[in-house]
């Protein structure tokens, strides 16, 4: 196992461990800051994927903003900040387990390319979707040109 795959590892563990944090604190200051470093490990997986510009955006409008917006609005409307009863239900247990069952029944059947596959090729997301652009599915257009006419048919082995 290369240290790219390990350190993917790591932080979708974090990511995962930090989301069920953010879900199941009774805290709401508690779990905006849980969700931070949820929206910060996700943007690290993207870096190691290759995803920079995803992993940008990630951080400076999730994290920079929208996790910001919430902080401030707990702030200024003074919501209670501490433990609710009125939230706390003692189905905890019932609900956990309902939504293992649910996320079971609802995996895919096909099995998707592993993560690691992508990781050992660090081009390979963005060559596919370059591909998937410049493909045409209308013969004789062009989707990134103006003239029709300067494209081949797609049964040719040029792309636009």
């Known amino acids: 196992m290369s240290m790219v795959e390990l350190t993917f590892l790591m ?22 800051l849980w969700l931070v470093l949820t929206l910060g490990a996700i943007a690290g997986c993207y870096l190691l994927i290759g995803a920079e510009f995803i992993a940008w955006v990630q951080v400076l409008i999730y994290i920079g903003a929208v996790v910001v917006l919430l902080l401030f609005a707990l702030m200024l409307t003074r919501a209670p900040t501490g433990p609710d009863s009125a939230t706390t239900t003692s189905n905890r247990n019932v609900a956990a387990a ?4 649910v996320a079971g029944a609802s995996r895919p059947s096909w099995s998707p390319a592993s993560p690691a596959s992508a990781l050992r090729r660090p081009g390979a997301v963005s060559a ?12 004789g257009s062009c989707p990134l040109r103006s003239s029709a006419s300067s494209c081949s048919p797609p049964s040719s082995a040029r792309s636009c």
Do not use: K
């Open 98 to 101: 309902v939504s293992v069952l």
């Open 11 to 32: 932080l979708s563990g974090v990511a995962v461990f930090s989301a069920l944090l953010a879900v199941s604190t009774t805290q709401v200051v508690h779990a905006a």
């Open 128 to 139: 596919r979707l370059h591909r998937s652009v410049t493909r045409s599915s209308v013969p």
